[in-house]
């Protein structure tokens, strides 16, 4: 890249992707289209939804016409908890696993040596495999990678001391890598049985000390219950434990209703992770967030002024999930031996990071606070 400022001091270069005589596993091949005009492999383009050739710009239509075919299969949890999903929604992927964080990431089969594109760590591409539940559903790449570079710069634009080499440094001297970050979504009809109280406010005129009277609020408490009822579609929880959950939740929301059935097409060029959070483990965390909506509920079914809860029984059916793969950009790098990342919702282009921060920037800005403020009461005890 022509005009790209030196790493500031602290910045660890990134190692040389080397290629290698490595076996292509199945999984690796399924996400691998070669072009019918030069063999060169085909990428998903998100700003044009198809598979474009890189070297001969052959392009070709993804997805099928049928409408029919948009239709995402839930599977059945209690199947699932109790080990009972049948082979074919079992899969069986190599995977690279980070030493630093943990990611589960599938690279290339021709890549040998890269890095962690979660916390920039070197890794090895081949390492064990991973068994899981399959996909049943992708929401493509909707942001391309000048797109995603465009919302991470104006993110960066608004970073206050900041170290100026590294807002240089991630601007123009780091290519953001794509990926398809795992997630699960749960349904399911809940009817909740409630009892608790309703308090009403009411006011009475009571006479000070100071011989003054003046209005007190009580509440009038009564007890009451009842029951709720809500269908929740689409629960969705993270199933990565690479990136700090804070970064996840803040590039919310997701437009689920574009989801497309799962199809190898849409990870051409792109890498994904598999999931680390097992599905009890994610169905847990739905059931505390539908609990939460349902307390809601039952307060706004109880009305009055202010409300308590005194027991909660809810029953579930009908309850069903499925594994999802949603898409992130990602830059990992690292400034003074630490890690630090943005990610870029590659749906709305909405950003969320980690910054070090800069000692001298703040030093001088306490040093300038501290003039100004002398400056202005100088001139205070000069007018007085």
């Known amino acids: 890249m022509t005009n790209t400022p030196p790493p500031p ?34 990428r998903f383009s998100p700003a044009q939804s198809k598979l474009i050739c890189g070297h001969c710009g052959n392009e ?3 997805g099928d016409p049928n409408p029919w075919s948009k239709t995402i299969r839930e599977l059945d949890l209690h199947a699932a908890l109790s080990a009972e999903l049948p082979e074919v929604e079992m899969e069986e992927t190599r995977v690279s696993s980070c030493p630093n964080c943990g990611a589960q990431v599938e690279f290339s089969p021709d890549i040998h040596a890269s890095e962690c594109p979660f916390c920039a760590t070197p890794v090895v591409t081949d ?6 539940i399959k996909p049943k559903g992708v929401l493509p790449f909707q942001l391309d990678e000048p797109a995603a570079h465009s919302a991470m710069n104006d993110w ?15 601007r123009n001297g780091r290519k953001l890598d794509g990926i398809y970050v795992p997630y699960w979504t749960f349904d399911a009809q809940t009817r909740s049985r409630y009892t608790g109280q309703r308090g009403t406010y009411y006011y ?17 408490w009564r007890n009451v219950s009842g029951n ?24 919310a929301p997701w437009g689920l209703s574009a989801l497309e059935p799962y199809s190898p097409h849409f990870l051409a060029g792109f890498r ?16 505390d967030i539908m609990d939460a909506q349902i307390r809601r509920d039952i307060k706004f079914d109880i009305g009055g002024d202010q409300q308590r809860i005194a027991s909660v029984n809810t029953q579930m059916t009908e309850e069903t999930f499925k594994h999802v793969l949603l898409p992130v950009w990602m830059a990992a790098y690292k400034y003074k031996g630490k890690s630090y990342r943005f990610v870029v919702n590659g749906q709305s282009g909405r950003v969320q990071g980690e910054r070090p921060w800069s000692a001298i ?10 003039a100004v403020a002398g400056a202005i009461g100088y001139f205070i005890a000069m007018n007085q």
């Open 272 to 287: 994904a992770e598999g999931y680390q959070v097992e599905l009890p483990d994610g169905f847990d965390e739905a059931c």
């Open 9 to 42: 001091p602290g910045f660890v270069p990134e190692p040389e992707e080397t290629e290698t005589e490595v076996s292509a596993p199945a999984r690796d091949e399924d996400h691998r289209f070669p072009c019918d005009e030069c063999g060169a492999d085909m």
């Open 60 to 62: 070709e239509e993804t």
């Open 361 to 370: 920037k703040i030093t001088l800005a306490v040093i300038a606070g501290l």
């Open 127 to 132: 390492t064990g495999t991973h068994r899981h």
């Open 228 to 251: 709720v009822q809500r269908f929740f579609d689409d629960v969705l929880v993270l199933a990565s434990k690479s990136l700090p959950k804070r970064y996840t939740d803040g590039l």
């Open 204 to 220: 009475i005129t009571v006479r000070g000390p100071d011989g003054k009277s003046k209005r007190v609020r009580k509440i009038r």
């Open 156 to 170: 960066l634009g608004k970073l206050w001391f900041a170290p100026n080499g590294l807002q240089e440094y991630a």
